[in-house]
C-alpha cells in the first residue's frame, strides 16, 4: 500500500531521508519527496524529534460535550425525527447542527432512529 493525502510517509523513508548527504533538492529527488518535507523532517531532527508529529489539524465534534444530554433525549423520546432533534439542541444548548452532524453524532453512539411505516401499505404487495 502506497502514501495516501493526508498521511505522514513511513517512519523507514523518514529515517534514510534523515541519514541521506547532500543538499535538500538532491535528498528530495532521490527519495521522490518534496524539498519541504526533506526541510521540515531535518529541522525536527534538529529539536530532537526523529518521528512523525501529531496531526492536528482535526476539527473537535460539534455536539461534543452533549453527548449524554442527546442519549438522555432519545431515550426519553425514540420516535424524534432528526429535524426535531436538531431543534431541540439549537433550543436548549444554542448549538446549531445540520441533520449530518445529527445523524453521525448519534452513530457514534450507537444510537439508531427507527423508520416509521406512515403509509398505509400497498395494495399489491402481499402482507
Same mark, same amino acid.
Given at each position: 500500500?502506497?502514501?495516501? !493525502?493526508? $498521511?505522514?510517509?513511513?517512519?523507514? @523513508?523518514?529515517? /534514510?531521508?534523515? =541519514? &541521506?548527504?547532500?543538499?535538500?533538492?538532491?535528498?528530495?529527488?532521490?527519495?521522490?519527496?518534496?524539498?519541504?518535507?526533506?526541510?521540515?523532517?531535518?529541522?525536527?531532527?534538529?529539536?530532537?524529534?526523529?518521528?512523525?508529529?501529531?496531526?492536528?489539524?482535526?476539527?473537535?465534534? !460539534?455536539? $461534543?460535550?452533549?453527548?449524554?444530554? @442527546?442519549?438522555? /433525549?432519545?431515550? =426519553? &423520546?425514540?420516535?424524534?425525527?432528526?429535524?426535531?432533534?436538531?431543534?431541540?439542541?439549537?433550543?436548549?444548548?444554542?448549538?446549531?447542527?445540520?441533520?449530518?452532524?445529527?445523524?453521525?453524532?448519534?452513530?457514534?453512539?450507537?444510537?439508531?432512529?427507527?423508520?416509521?411505516?406512515? !403509509?398505509?401499505?400497498?395494495?399489491?404487495?402481499?402482507?
Amino acid at each position: 500500500m502506497g502514501w495516501r !493525502r493526508g $498521511q505522514a510517509y513511513g517512519q523507514d @523513508l523518514r529515517d /534514510r531521508v534523515l =541519514a &541521506a548527504e547532500g543538499s535538500i533538492r538532491e535528498v528530495a529527488s532521490r527519495f521522490a519527496v518534496s524539498d519541504s518535507y526533506v526541510a521540515r523532517a531535518r529541522s525536527r531532527q534538529q529539536l530532537g524529534q526523529v518521528s512523525a508529529g501529531v496531526q492536528c489539524n482535526h476539527v473537535p465534534p !460539534r455536539l $461534543q460535550g452533549l453527548e449524554g444530554v @442527546l442519549t438522555e /433525549r432519545m431515550a =426519553a &423520546a425514540p420516535e424524534q425525527t432528526l429535524t426535531q432533534l436538531c431543534q431541540w439542541i439549537e433550543a436548549e444548548h444554542g448549538v446549531r447542527v445540520s441533520l449530518t452532524t445529527m445523524w453521525k453524532t448519534l452513530g457514534r453512539l450507537g444510537l439508531t432512529l427507527k423508520k416509521s411505516h406512515s !403509509r398505509p401499505p400497498s395494495s399489491n404487495v402481499p402482507t
